[in-house]
């Protein structure tokens, strides 16, 4: 077994865990918690696949941003602390629904289990940044603009939506 | 390390995000883990730029895209959440059946 192998191994088992302690936990915040786990581990991954730069935003966005981000819509609405026995809807379709995800799992690892293209990327990690930031400002300069205008379109409208309307008319 | 080690981490985090979305009560824990499946794809994104058919940088320049559009979609989502708090005061998504015909 090499030391990459053993990293992966490391790094999986923490993402799940993560995903199932998110899964089962009784307090929304600790589950919270238990996401932040799984977003870090996959942000190792991603250093692991030669993806430094995505693996930086990862830590900035998901773990900081967005996480922080659900941390304040928790604090500000009120979680019955009786919701223990009442995290599935029902247990009814609890049970379908895990039926149905341990299904679709299956059919992946069937159709995934012969997947092999042959071909490794040898560069990626050399100048990571710079590659990224050549391909972006060059190749996909337009779609980089339009996601900046999706991303102020949709802030504006966040904070219209969450402002209290007292004050229309 | 091959292509399908990080295929099925991906597809078994999606399964989990998948299932979280469907049972759960809360409208804060759905979020967060339509954003599970959503890493999950960009593992797969990250995985394919690396061991694909084509490998090149566009699976990370894309992955980069999809992050963008997410937090978008995590802040609009909020804000609907703190909005429908402030009408109805509850953060269960079977109570939140307004249009419900």
Not at chain 1, 89 to 95: D, H, P
Not at chain 1, 102 to 113: A, K, Q, R, T
Not at chain 2, 56 to 63: D, K, M, V, Y
Request: net charge neutral; glycine share 6%.
């Amino acid at each position: 077994m090499t030391g990459e192998v053993m990293i992966f191994l490391v790094l999986a088992t923490i993402a799940i865990f993560g995903a199932l302690v998110m899964l089962n936990a009784s307090k929304v915040i600790h589950m919270l918690l238990a996401l932040v786990l799984t977003f870090l581990s996959i942000a190792g991954l991603y250093v692991m696949l030669s993806a430094e730069f995505v693996a930086v935003v990862q830590v900035l966005i998901y773990s900081g941003a967005i996480s922080i981000m659900m941390i304040f819509g928790i604090m500000l609405t009120k979680h019955h602390h009786d919701a223990k026995e009442r995290t599935y809807r029902s247990s009814q379709r609890g049970w379908l629904v895990g039926v149905a995800m341990v299904l679709f799992f299956g059919i992946m690892y069937v159709l995934i289990e012969g997947v092999n293209f042959g071909a490794t990327a040898p560069d990626l990690h050399v100048e990571n940044t710079k590659q990224i930031g050549l391909s972006l400002y060059s190749h996909y300069v337009i779609p980089f603009e339009l996601v900046s205008i999706v991303l102020l379109v949709a802030f504006i409208g966040a904070i219209l939506l969450a402002k209290r309307e007292e004050d229309t008319e | 390390m091959t292509v399908h080690a990080f295929l099925l981490l991906a597809a078994a985090l999606f399964a989990l995000g998948l299932f979280g979305a469907l049972t759960k009560r809360n409208t804060v824990i759905v979020l967060i883990c339509i954003e599970l499946m959503l890493n999950a794809v960009n593992l797969n994104l990250v995985a394919f730029s690396k061991f694909g058919v084509n490998p090149a940088i566009t699976g990370q320049i894309f992955s980069l895209f999809s992050i963008t559009v997410a937090a978008a979609e995590a802040a609009v989502g909020l804000a609907i959440l703190i909005a429908l708090y402030r009408n109805k005061a509850t953060v269960q998504v079977e109570d939140m059946n307004e249009m419900k015909g």
